[in-house]
């Protein structure tokens, strides 16, 4: 509880405990019976806790959060240009697409403001990877966060959408749309509490350091078509879509700069003699990976950035049969619509077709284990699974789910008239 000598807080709790098959309630909460109590003083009470706490008798807070005093909400400014043709054409065929274009203008980032500034401190050496080393003393005050939410003007984006509507012959309706999405921020805000939400972030210096990257929510490439017939008092409807459901991130298992956080950036070697391992037979094993990898086999050299190894593309079909009944209640005629949807109906004839992939068989990114880093050079040894004790050979696997399969629901509807 605060009090007013200074920053110092103290902390009292009543709580019951479960051991052994054995229930243990805290005797304070004895003092609570006899309905609720919402009197912030008298819960204070009941508990035994003091009034009021000295710097001596308190504790110095591990972290707190604050927020800039000229904070401004976020705000973005959006362009957008859109055209619509008809061709000229014997049946209907009309062509649309759009732009956008988006810029922050104000957008939130969280900042420790108990980290120095990083200018001076050493770097690592041997490789090409030039990162910052965090020194003992890199915060003003030991084992303390203060994360502080304030803004930024960095980060933009544009969407590019291309769609073709045409009816060929009469009852068939096709579509086809294909988007391209680009969204570049400082942080996508990882996390339930200020803390989570600072260090959570995949960086290359530090999360107080960060740099425009992808955005952990976009989905680059999308195409999307349907094709919807009607033949009497049968519908028949068939949906695509074409996706690359994740981006991943390659980082370090491990804390390679020395600041606390395990959310390191891989840097990916231009060659053999840009990297270094505990075990020699390792060398093999990663660039094995490495080679087979399209992402990593196109960034020797750089550093990995966030969300930018796509998972493949996943095709998904949904299908759909309905059919019209005519049921006449005396003079009315009501409409009963018997209905059958298939989602994922290709992953029905193949348990490959349709299913998302995932990095899990490669630790979800983590190829490569931290072992040490002396006097500023690194050294690696290849992630291996623990049950096989083998290095991963490919960088996707399929992602075993329940969503991932294929499903089907009827249906019955009964419109009145």
Not at 4 to 33: E, V, W
Not at 52 to 76: D, H, L, R, W
Not at 273 to 300: C, G, M, P, R
């Amino acid at each position: 509880m605060p009090s007013n000598a200074g920053m110092s807080q103290g902390f009292n709790r009543a709580s019951t405990t479960y051991k052994n098959g054995i229930i243990t309630p805290d005797a304070a909460l004895n003092n609570f019976k006899g309905g609720l109590v919402t009197d912030v003083n008298k819960i204070r009470e009941l508990l035994g806790a003091p009034a009021t706490i000295t710097p001596e008798q308190g504790t110095v807070p591990s972290s707190f959060a604050g927020v800039v005093s000229n904070f401004k909400m976020p705000q973005v400014w959006k362009t957008s240009i859109g055209l619509d043709y008809q061709v000229p054409v014997s049946f209907p065929l009309t062509v649309s697409t759009e732009f956008t274009y988006t810029k922050k203008i104000h957008d939130v980032l969280i900042n420790d403001y108990n980290i120095k500034d990083n200018s001076t401190w050493e770097t690592l050496k041997g490789t090409g990877d030039n990162r910052h080393i965090y020194p003992a003393d890199y915060q003003y005050y030991k084992k303390m966060n203060a994360c502080v939410l304030t803004n930024t003007s960095e980060g933009y984006g544009w969407t590019y959408n291309l769609t073709v509507n045409a009816e060929p012959i009469k009852n068939l309706n096709l579509m086809a749309a294909y988007t391209h999405t680009v969204m570049k921020e400082m942080t996508g805000m990882p996390g339930n509490n200020a803390y989570s939400t600072w260090a959570n972030m995949y960086t290359v210096e530090g999360p107080n350091f960060l740099k425009l990257s992808n955005s952990r929510y976009v989905i680059p490439d999308r195409i999307i078509a349907s094709a919807n017939y009607t033949y009497g008092k049968d519908h028949f409807s068939l949906f695509y879509q074409g996706y690359s459901p994740s981006g991943y991130s390659f980082f370090y298992d491990g804390d390679i700069n020395g600041d606390g956080n395990k959310y390191d950036m891989m840097y990916i070697p231009k060659d053999e003699n840009d990297i270094h391992f505990t075990k020699a037979e390792d060398a093999k094993l990663f660039w094995d990976f490495v080679n087979q990898d399209s992402y990593l086999k196109n960034h020797k050299g750089e550093y990995a950035e966030p969300y930018s190894a796509r998972a493949p593309f996943v095709h998904r079909f949904d299908f759909r049969w309905a059919h019209d009944f005519d049921v006449k209640v005396g003079n009315t005629t009501h409409k009963l619509v018997l209905s059958m949807d298939i989602m994922n109906v290709g992953n029905l004839f193949n348990s490959k077709w349709g299913v998302e992939k995932n990095m899990i068989g490669c630790n979800n990114g983590k190829i490569l284990k931290v072992d040490k880093v002396k006097d500023g050079v690194p050294y690696f040894s290849m992630f291996k699974d623990k049950a096989t004790g083998l290095a991963p050979t490919s960088t996707w696997d399929f992602n075993r789910n329940y969503n991932q399969c294929w499903k089907m629901q009827i249906g019955v509807k009964y419109i009145f008239n």
